[in-house]
């Protein structure tokens, strides 16, 4: 980035028309909004326009490379763009902060991962995520176990009332059981003697800890609606869930539910023995372990791993001795979705639009820094790690944070900022507010009157609604300042039919509204970062924790 010397931002400022500079500071110091602005406006004017569409897309443009193979957390792309984006903050003088042994956060993390799993019945292979559905962490490893016999234990209850456990010895062994609880004819509960039914009926935690009291080895439930419970939890059991702590073993049975198909194919040749079962548990309450005989093998392969990442962090000090102790965070995750067979999901908008933003943003700064232009306060940038596997960097900082969060003043939060969606596609000029007027007043109306005297936007408050059913404000990193009391706000263009595919390239990025909405970022920053007070916190959000 290339900027012209402080003298000709003087001589500038010497020949500009007094009164249209008077009207000018006028406007952009008050505006229409209900607060004044307090940084030299000139001066903001002046150092955002060195935030060019040409350096946006130089950066941009690497950053989303296949160089960087997606930047999935964990991978070695990630680790690439980790190293340029830290060579790039020293390269523009970002400093390092003083607490950290270079311009990153180290954060491990544990996983667990199926290397094999499978079931075979009678001779018939079944299908995970067709068949049957078995959760990782819900299972220990279990590499190989034949099986000859599985122990139908109606619904898996045991009660002072009813119980499915009568008299079985049941160590080591493989049981069935169904959902719900006993019903008489009449459909009230032998449990309750009621229609109301008992929390047995759709506590299945209590009855795999029943199971684990008899030292049972795998439970398998039968699922009515197992192709519906596929369908939903599918991106979760395809997803590689990562943790902070190791990923203990279970303190309950290996768990997997099965179809009723495979339910019946178990139940084989003992089927009138299984219905006349049944017909006596329904007629009398009483229960007793029924054993069927089979031929199966199961292996569920489990290994606990460990991955590391980073957070990526630079300092711009503060000038100002009595606030430099105060930081204003901009962020923006900088991680994505990385390789799925020989695709590349680029995520040139999510997120290197925002991750690039950050970047121009604070060489700006430093520029000004240079110049003699401030900040006052201290400007801390953040690009987090794993954002995409559930905001799991910008936790980790809040369980560990290098500024106090006493200390942090607000954090700008950028995710996608390089596109349209559907509802803007003939009006690009435009940027989603989300979180301004959660926990502080002045932060909303700060960045209102920064827009109303530079950049113009339509801020489209759409999504700040607290019923929104996307629920973006809880869907990026800011949210993890703001559950610790920290003002956030988000800036997001919205989500577009290349979100999270491997069409989502540089080439459809529309800078002329990239560059407008990164100076308008630019703008509010800087006026966070000069203010004389810091923005006060005087908004209670009842709805913060409610995920």
Known sequence: MVFNQLNLFASCKKNVNRHLFLIFCLIATSGWSQIALEADPFAASFFA??????????????????????????????????????????????????????????????YVQWEKLSIELNGQKYEHLKDFLCFKEQNANLPKLNIKDVIYCGYGIDDPVYSDYRRANLRGKIIMIYPGEPLKKDSTSYITGSRELSDWAHNLDRKLAVAADKKVRVVLVVDPNLRTNISTNRPQVMAQTLHFAPVAAPSVPNTIYISPDMAKAIIGEKEKTFVKNRIKLMQ?????????????????????????????????????????????????????????????????????????????????????????????????????????????????????????????????????IGRTDSPHEKDPHYIYVIGSDRLSTDLHQINEATNEAFTFLNLDYTYNAKNDPNRFYYRSDHYNFAKEGVPSIF????????????????????????????????????????????????VVDDTIYNR
Not at 94 to 103: I, M
Not at 340 to 349: E, L, Q, T
Request: net charge negative.
């Open 49 to 110: 326009q060195n935030i060019t569409q040409e350096e946006l897309k130089e950066q941009l443009t690497r950053i989303a490379s296949e160089e960087f193979e997606g930047r999935e957390t964990g991978s070695p792309g990630l680790e690439k763009a980790a190293q340029y984006l830290m060579s790039r903050l020293n390269d523009i003088g970002v400093e390092r902060h003083p607490n950290l042994k270079g311009y990153y956060q180290d954060v491990g993390f544990s």
């Open 491 to 538: 800036f997001f263009s919205g989500v577009h039919s290349d979100y999270h595919q491997p069409g989502d390239t540089v080439g459809k990025i529309l800078f002329e509204k990239y560059q407008a909405v990164t100076k308008h970022i630019f703008h509010t920053v800087w006026e966070l970062a000069n203010r004389q007070e810091r923005i006060r916190v005087d």
């Open 284 to 416: 009398t309450g009483m229960s007793r372990p029924l054993h069927l005989p089979v031929d199966m093998s199961l292996s569920q392969h489990l290994t606990r791993n460990a991955m590391y990442s980073k957070n990526l962090l630079g300092v711009i000090p503060g000038i100002d001795p009595a606030l430099k102790n105060e930081f204003v965070v901009l962020s923006a995750h900088y991680d994505h979705l990385g390789k799925r067979g020989k695709f590349i999901y680029p995520g040139a908008d999510d997120n290197a639009s925002g991750t690039a933003a950050v970047l121009e943003i604070m060489e700006t700064i430093v520029e000004a820094k240079k110049q003699g232009q401030g900040p006052k306060r201290s400007v801390m940038c953040i690009f987090f790690t794993a954002e995409e596997k559930g905001l799991l960097g910008s936790k980790y900082y809040a369980l560990h944070p290098v500024v106090p969060f006493s200390n942090t003043v607000v954090n700008v939060n950028i995710d996608m």
